[in-house]
């Protein structure tokens, strides 16, 4: 019963946020998904040229830096910033996390994959264009929302050394997440292609979209030399 009424008053949220016609397709991908994961995301890119102007007088409260293990392991014992063992996970496999600030008070992080074979979620690993980077994983405290953080690690993370050479950002949004996809375009995304995933949460068939096809986005399936799926690298 209470899951029920949590559900209900999500679905009264979307409604007001976004509409009837949007709140009825996430509760028909929520029943679908009851019985078999089926599920729609949405590759997006955000190039250089499309990156959003910084606002000079929030840019002088804000700055980053690239985290270390140890500020991972002490904000995964705060319990307040969504950093779990995936997340350590992913640190260990060689991809970077970038923390930002606001007036130095820690505020929020985003992810960059750096070996070009990203796992998008359990189960399903891409190959990515190698001219662009894989961002993910964004997080802001509510208190610093508005401050203008998501523009500003976008240009912290192109105008980084080691990714000077990217052309863009490349990255994903589920279909019915309505809030997010706002946010995106708001930012400067723009979607180039749709991945549709069909089956059981642990073994799925994965349709790409032609146009994702053409740029090299495709289905990874390495194995290591124990025979299982081998996680640091394509």
């Known amino acids: 019963m209470p899951e029920t009424k949590s559900t209900w008053t999500a679905l009264k949220e979307l409604r007001t946020r976004f509409g009837a016609a949007k709140a009825l ?9 009851r019985f078999v994961y089926f599920d729609c995301f949405h590759i997006i890119v955000l190039d250089r040229e499309n990156l959003r102007p910084l606002d000079p007088d929030k840019t002088r409260r804000l700055s980053t830096k690239i985290a270390t293990l140890d500020d991972l392991k002490e904000m995964e014992q705060q319990g307040c910033w969504e950093i779990q063992q995936r997340k350590l996970d992913f640190f260990h496999q060689g991809d ?48 610093y929302r508005g401050c203008g953080l998501q523009s500003f690690r976008h240009h912290a993370l192109l105008n980084h050394p080691q990714w000077r050479d990217k052309k863009g950002l490349i990255g994903f949004v589920i279909h019915t997440n309505y809030s997010s996809r706002k946010g995106q375009n708001k930012s400067g995304y723009t979607k180039i292609g749709t991945i549709w995933l069909l089956g059981g949460k642990s073994k799925f068939y994965t349709h ?27």
């Open 25 to 33: 397709k996430h509760a028909v991908f929520r029943l679908i998904n």
């Open 96 to 143: 970077t996390c970038l923390l930002s600030y606001v007036d130095y008070h820690l505020a929020g992080y985003t992810w960059a994959h750096v070996n070009g074979c990203p796992e998008i979620v359990p189960g399903l690993r891409l190959s990515v264009p190698k001219e662009y980077l894989y961002n993910f994983a964004a997080f802001t405290l509510p208190q």
């Open 208 to 234: 790409i979209s032609r146009d994702l096809r053409n740029m090299g986005v495709k289905r990874v399936r390495r194995l290591s030399t124990t025979g299982k799926e081998n996680t640091n690298r394509c």
